[in-house]
């Protein structure tokens, strides 16, 4: 079976240009997760969607970022304008409500220069 | 945002040696926990679901401590292979989407 799939899988970008991530769950998995992982601050939940409808965005860092999940198989993750501080890897993942367990895709790392 | 924390590590364990590290939890609401492995690089993965009694996966031991709220993780005869980070994982309502909270991670370098 396909796992979750993300895409890009590397991003190297300008700052003040705009990045779009993208995210495709586990067929069958009706809750996607937006992380972000660096050393400093760890894996931090930024959004997660329950039938496609956005749960908790708290995680959110500011405006800049925003997600979207138009159907239960495809979820971005936007930036604009991206910045330096942006520059991390992004996990989606999707999650077994039978098991509880979080499938993580192999992430999209960014950098903004 | 409820607190979950681990000793960040790096544990550095010669081969062949048994290790064993903690996670603690702030909500004693919590109801579900794991540990998850993550490779340089890669992401993470699930290793092994906590049980209340505790329960066992080849070399790999995890325990439950209510009363002190804290879940550990012990590996026995350590491999190579077993190095990574390991991330502890605490769901506050049965195992749905919110509540799920990762540690930072304890990192283990199994040396030989």
């Known amino acids: 079976d396909a796992g979750v799939i993300q895409s890009p899988r590397h991003e190297v970008t300008e700052m003040g240009q705009e990045v779009t991530l993208r995210c495709k769950p586990i067929s069958g998995h009706n809750s996607l997760f937006w992380y972000r992982q660096t050393m400093m601050r760890g894996l931090e939940l930024l959004i997660y969607f329950n039938n496609n409808v956005p749960i908790d965005d708290s995680g959110m860092p500011e405006d800049r970022f925003s997600a979207k999940m138009p159907n239960a198989s495809f979820s971005t993750l936007k930036i604009q304008p991206s910045e330096p501080r942006d520059s991390a890897v992004y996990f989606c993942?999707?999650?077994?409500?039978?098991?509880?367990?979080?499938?993580f895709g192999e992430g999209s790392r960014l950098t903004v220069l | 945002r409820k607190e979950v924390e681990q000793d960040p590590g790096p544990f550095n364990v010669p081969e062949g040696a048994t290790v064993a590290f903690n996670c603690t939890y702030s909500n004693s609401a919590s109801q579900s926990f794991f540990w998850y492995r993550q490779d340089c690089r890669k992401e993470p993965k699930l290793l092994m679901s906590v049980y209340s009694s505790g329960n066992e996966d080849g070399r790999f031991t995890a325990q439950l401590n209510r009363a002190s709220q804290y879940i550990s993780l012990l590996i026995r005869d350590s491999k190579l292979s077993d190095s990574a980070t390991y991330l502890c994982v605490v769901a506050y309502s049965g195992g749905g989407a919110d509540g799920l909270t990762f540690g930072k991670g304890t990192h283990l370098i199994i040396q030989p």
């Open positions: 993942a999707s999650i077994d409500r039978g098991s509880g367990e979080l499938f």
